[in-house]
């Protein structure tokens, strides 16, 4: 009998952004892999085998489920958000890919999860209404050099940026280093959103300016999105302002 392995996104947080398919999912499988806090997340379930592992261990977790899904065992593995955006979903193909045949022959299914830069995106309006794009800032899989690159590129073509892995431990730096290169194409008056653990019990939201942005603590749990040149605040008595970018863009980039 082939195995089943299934890569499950849960949301930012809280079991409200679970959606059904994940949650049948969750339900179906034999046994769970994945960052020991996403298991967590998960309600127990009698006779579910859980497999936590370290953050940094995506590879090797990849490589352990689908030796057991390729035992005829239904596994899944686990990722916060979206398993397809900068998660587990990636790890478990190129896996696949360089691993044997067995693994190629498994039924594989990638279930779709709300991702933060959505979540926090609804909490401050709508900043993602016109184009934007997503930029992982660690290091630690690609250079330094290739991020402030990508960064120079997606400010000077007026795209809404949304960061991943804007700071940790390690990489105290890169942030400060970040705002200062978009503040060469962009005003120091656009907004910025930072969401530190949205969907969770202590989540925190501030908006504030490219200007002031580098001021505002940012941890691993937290998503940064830059507006582009278009993206507004619409101010309200005694409410946090609301922030989108419009539809249109008229004219040619300078
Ligand atoms: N697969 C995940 C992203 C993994 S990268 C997803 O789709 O959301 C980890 C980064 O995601 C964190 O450093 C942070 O930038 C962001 N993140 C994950 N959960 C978050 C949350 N609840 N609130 C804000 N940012 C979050």
């Known amino acids: 009998m082939s195995g089943r392995l299934a890569v499950i996104g849960l ?19 034999e046994a769970l892999y994945g960052y020991g806090p996403y298991l ?18 995506e590879g090797i977790r990849a490589e352990a489920a689908l030796r057991h899904a390729a035992d005829g065992t239904h596994v899944a593995v686990v990722s916060g958000g979206d398993p ?5 979903a990636a790890s478990v193909l190129e896996a696949v890919e360089s691993g044997p045949d067995a ?26 209404g016109h184009d934007f794009c997503a930029l992982s800032l660690s290091d630690n899989l ?9 960064l120079d590129a997606a400010a000077s073509a007026g795209f809404v940026i949304a960061l991943y892995n804007p700071v940790s431990r390690a990489r ?23 969401g530190r ?14 200007g002031a942005a580098s001021a505002i603590e940012a941890d691993m749990a937290t998503l940064i999105i830059v507006g582009s040149r278009e993206t507004t605040l619409i101010a309200r008595e005694g409410q946090t302002p609301l922030v989108y970018t419009p539809r249109a863009v008229e004219g040619a980039m300078a």
Not at 84 to 88: K, T
Not at 172 to 194: D, E, G, N, Y
Request: hydrophobic share 45%.
């Open 11 to 29: 949301g930012p947080g809280d079991q409200r952004y679970l959606t059904q398919e994940a949650r049948e999912a969750l339900e179906a499988a």
């Open 103 to 128: 693994w190629r022959a498994l039924d594989i299914a990638i279930v779709p999860g709300i991702t933060a830069m959505l979540a926090v995106a609804a909490r401050a309006g709508a900043p993602l």
């Open 197 to 210: 653990a949205v969907g969770r019990a202590d989540e925190g939201m501030t908006v504030t300016t490219l």
């Open 84 to 88: 397809g955006v900068f998660a587990m």
């Open 40 to 57: 967590d997340r998960v309600p127990m379930r009698p006779g579910q085998a859980r497999h936590p592992s370290d953050n940094r261990e």
């Open 142 to 150: 690609k250079p330094w050099e290739l991020i402030e690159r990508r």
């Open 172 to 194: 105290p730096w890169q942030l400060a280093k970040a705002f200062a290169l978009l503040s060469r194409h962009l005003l120091s008056t656009t907004p910025v959103i930072f």
